[in-house]
């Protein structure tokens, strides 16, 4: 036995040939390879070349075991579609060669099964060569027709080792497509395929089992008509099954059951599968009997869906969703509805039944669209002049309609901690959406979440699914952005194994990317979409829209890490936090002091013995709060530092706190949108390096093109709002209240109310150094955010402005005095 092909090579193989659908150029170079490769005529007397051509060929398909084939019915396809009108046609030439040559090493490789040293070896090439075999058989069956006489011994291999059974199910896989195509087989050759499978149907496992009972579909339905052969096979089951059922309704506790187990669900499943390729209500079958086959599979597989062994529901669920690919109607059933959707939408539900309802759904699609392009095939042959669209039409109504019953479950299943039941759910929007089964504008949303799944194969296909529905419908994608950042959210929390952490933004990787970067990108490049995306994103950080502080959290995440390209997209965001600051500020301000206020007067009435005490008192408690409610700059001055001025304010508000803490704990719940476009604003200058200057300077009406300078993005600028996440790690909004939250929550209004007077800054004076008025903005600031490290608070300098201008006022000055 020739000695593998270098591991280098089979590598390189691997890596170029999965490029066979990339864009269009290297699509071509891959052609182009791969036909030099593979798929050009040796030469009969060259051996030796034919043999490296082989193995190599062997050693790829191998090497994709686990990842799946569908590169090399591509590569073929393209390859023998190049050459369809062409009068010589070397691809063809070249795959006769391969095919029976490949017979030729699996007949080797049979042979050398018995030397014990090589044996692991050679079973695995066994199974290599007779893969490549089906693949070939996929897109060109006629090329297997005159070895099927060979091949069909192999189903009589003795099982011992998963490679065993491989090489049965390919074996089956290839007399499947290729019976169908001989002419006038032996009546001999038939009965021993038919006797073969059954024997394998009756003894071995769930994988072994499908594929015999396909390969016996299409040998009888097709060639043997041997309808007795099956029905007798059917109702072996079928009794077993009804049996079972009347025992259980007898005694439910029986151990009859219990003892049945194994043929109670080898029943189930082989009963489903036979009816998958079988009509069982057609007259061959069942003869003059006015019995409804159907009707009584489902009504027996309906049973044992209730049962209380989770094993045995789901054997009775594959089998109702085998019996659906050949009675699709049957999904129309109220009861049918009732289960799969109860199962999709009750979150206590087993995630194996969930599954399975979703793998039900993605074969019954995946059937359905090979049906109707095979259809679509043999009406080309015969009929070009027919309408092929009303055929097609027809067919889709039925999925179309049944999808529209379980596509809210479907979408719902994406709220799901376990990534496996988001990868069905996502296979089976896929399918629909790629069929034009629903609107797709009802996707879009759940479809953005799942862009955000931590797994990179399912974001990337979320994200395949939205750009082409961008391609088809422009502006979809836009209207549903926002509602798809919140659903994206809701993704993430489900998918939060840790409660008590708050859901973040950004990936937590060395990209530190916005989870919704991708939708992003898509949007960008329409500047009116962009805007209108941004200010919708901003609204939700007004205190009247009352979104939860998570979620803001998780949009202000978005905002600090998407992928902007031009200055103009982080200087329009800065622009509308200090709109949105200046009027939610000042709502929130006013709202804390008349909660104040509003609780002074409820208090209760002072007795005479207290009148004389309180209305002396009353002046200098008036006074204080007045005092604290003053802006700084116009209190007398005290010969105190500032520290003094700032507890005697804190504790002039004390003072003057309600008995009921409700509106401290609304301000500080209300306050965290704030501080976040604050925490955010500080970050978009410090990460783009802009000065208060160029951002006071700034007008979204100005054209586009004076801030279509790139940005220059500043490494190590992490976005860590801290005084948020520790809210939230706290739970402040459901903890009682201490004294020291209280003052802290009194410290922050305070330094809130003197942002507020100093929100817009002043000119840098004369001497270069910042007025008064800044210089009070950017230590409230600082406060507010919890003076954290420099480059996340206010008092930050810019080294090097994006376009290099004059920097003036602003945070820089502090710096620099």
Same mark, same amino acid.
């Given at each position: ?59 790829? *398909? ?53 030397? =014990?040293?090589? +044996? ?57 497509? *290729? ?76 151990? @009859? ?50 049962? =209380? ?5 789901? +054997? ?40 399975? *309802? ?10 359905? &669209? ?23 039409? @027809? ?113 937590? $990787? ?66 509308? @936090? ?7 500020? =000042? ?53 105190? &530092? ?7 304010? @804190? ?154 201008? $004059? ?11």
């Amino acid at each position: 036995i020739e000695q593998p092909t270098f591991p280098k090579i089979t590598e390189m193989c691997v890596k170029m040939i999965r490029r066979v659908n990339d864009e269009e150029g290297i699509k071509k170079l891959v052609n182009e390879t791969f036909q030099k490769l593979w798929f050009t005529p040796t030469p009969h007397h060259d051996k030796e070349a034919m043999t490296r051509k082989i193995l190599n060929i062997t050693d790829v *398909v191998a090497a994709c075991r686990d990842t799946g084939y569908d590169w090399f019915e591509q590569l073929l396809q393209n390859l023998l579609k190049s050459e369809e009108d062409a009068s010589y046609k070397p691809v063809k030439k070249a795959c006769t060669q391969l095919v029976d040559n490949l017979v030729e090493h699996i007949l080797k490789y049979e042979e050398s099964l018995s030397d =014990s040293d090589n +044996k692991g070896v050679n079973s695995g090439r066994l199974v290599a060569c007779i893969t490549t075999l089906f693949l070939f058989s996929k897109i060109r069956p006629q090329l297997m027709v005159k070895h099927a006489m060979t091949m069909q011994p192999y189903l009589t291999t003795k099982c011992s080792t998963q490679n065993d059974f491989m090489v049965i199910c390919n074996v089956a896989k290839i007399l499947e497509l *290729v019976v169908p195509l001989m002419e006038h087989p032996s009546e001999t050759f038939l009965a021993t395929i038919e006797e073969d499978l059954m024997k394998l149907i009756i003894k071995y496992g769930m994988t072994v089992v499908q594929h015999c009972v396909s390969c016996l579909g299409a040998v009888v339905n097709k060639v043997t008509q041997n309808y007795k052969f099956v029905w007798a096979c059917f109702n072996r089951y079928y009794g077993a099954l009804s049996k079972l059922k009347s025992q259980h309704q007898e005694d439910p506790n029986s151990t @009859i059951l219990t003892a049945n187990k194994p043929a109670l669900l080898r029943s189930l499943f082989t009963v489903g599968a036979l009816c998958r390729h079988f009509d069982f209500d057609q007259e061959d079958f069942k003869g003059n009997s006015k019995v409804n086959i159907k009707d009584k599979v489902l009504e027996l597989l309906m049973y044992f869906t209730k049962h =209380s062994d989770e094993e045995v529901q789901t +054997k009775a669920i594959i089998g109702l969703g085998f019996a659906f690919i050949q009675h699709p109607s049957l999904m129309f059933e109220q009861e049918v509805k009732t289960l799969y959707n109860s199962i999709l939408s009750d979150k206590n539900c087993s995630v194996n039944l969930k599954i399975q *309802v979703l793998k039900n759904l993605q074969t019954y699609l995946q059937e359905e &669209d090979t049906r109707m392009q095979q259809a679509d095939r043999d009406w080309k042959k015969v009929a070009k002049q027919e309408d092929l669209k009303e055929m097609g039409d @027809i067919s889709s109504g039925m999925s179309s309609s049944i999808m529209q019953l379980y596509l809210k479950q479907v979408l719902e299943a994406f709220f799901h901690t376990q990534s496996s039941v988001r990868h069905f759910a996502l296979n089976v929007i896929a399918l629909t959406l790629n069929q034009g089964l629903i609107h797709p504008v009802q996707c879009v949303p759940y479809l953005i979440a799942m862009g955000t799944d931590p797994e990179p194969s399912m974001r990337n296909k979320a994200d395949q699914q939205l750009v082409e529905i961008d391609k088809k419908y422009a502006g979809f994608i836009h209207m549903k952005a926002v509602a798809g950042m919140k659903m994206s959210y809701q993704v993430q929390q489900a998918i939060n194994t840790c409660p008590k952490d708050p859901v973040r933004g950004f990936r937590h $990787d060395e990209s530190s990317s916005a989870l919704c970067s991708h939708l992003y990108s898509m949007i960008r490049g329409n500047r009116q979409h962009r805007r209108a995306f941004l200010i919708s994103l901003l609204n939700l950080f007004d205190d009247t829209a009352k979104t939860e502080v998570n979620m803001l959290l998780y949009i202000a995440d978005n905002l600090a890490c998407f992928p902007y390209q031009t200055q103009e997209e982080p200087l329009f965001i800065m622009h509308h @936090i200090d709109i949105t600051l200046s009027v939610s500020g =000042s709502n929130l301000l006013q709202s804390f002091k008349e909660s104040m206020v509003k609780d002074k007067k409820k208090e209760r009435k002072p007795s005479s013995d207290e009148e004389t005490e309180s209305d002396s008192n009353s002046g200098s408690e008036s006074e204080s709060e007045e005092e604290a409610s003053k802006p700084r700059r116009l209190r007398k001055r005290v010969d105190s &530092d500032s520290d003094s001025d700032e507890e005697n304010d @804190i504790n002039a508000v004390m003072k003057c706190l309600p008995e009921n803490s409700a509106p401290l704990i609304e301000f500080a719940n209300v306050s965290q949108g704030i501080l976040l476009l604050l925490m955010l604003k500080q970050h978009l200058k410090n990460l783009c390096g802009f000065s208060d200057s160029k951002i006071q300077k700034y007008s979204p009406s100005e054209s586009a093109k004076v801030y279509d300078k790139a940005i220059n993005r500043k490494t190590g600028v992490h976005f860590h709002p801290k005084q948020t996440l520790d809210f939230l790690r706290s739970d402040m909004a459901n903890s009682r209240i201490t004294e020291e939250v209280k003052r802290s929550i009194v410290k922050q209004y305070l330094d809130f109310k003197l942002l507020m007077e100093h929100l817009d800054p002043d000119e840098e004076e004369e001497d270069g150094e910042v007025s008064a008025s800044t210089n009070a903005r950017n230590k409230a600031i600082t406060s507010l955010l919890g003076g954290g490290s420099p480059k996340n608070n206010a008092a930050e300098t810019e080294d090097d402005e994006s376009d290099g201008e $004059d920097r003036g006022g602003g945070t820089s000055g502090v710096r620099r005095r």
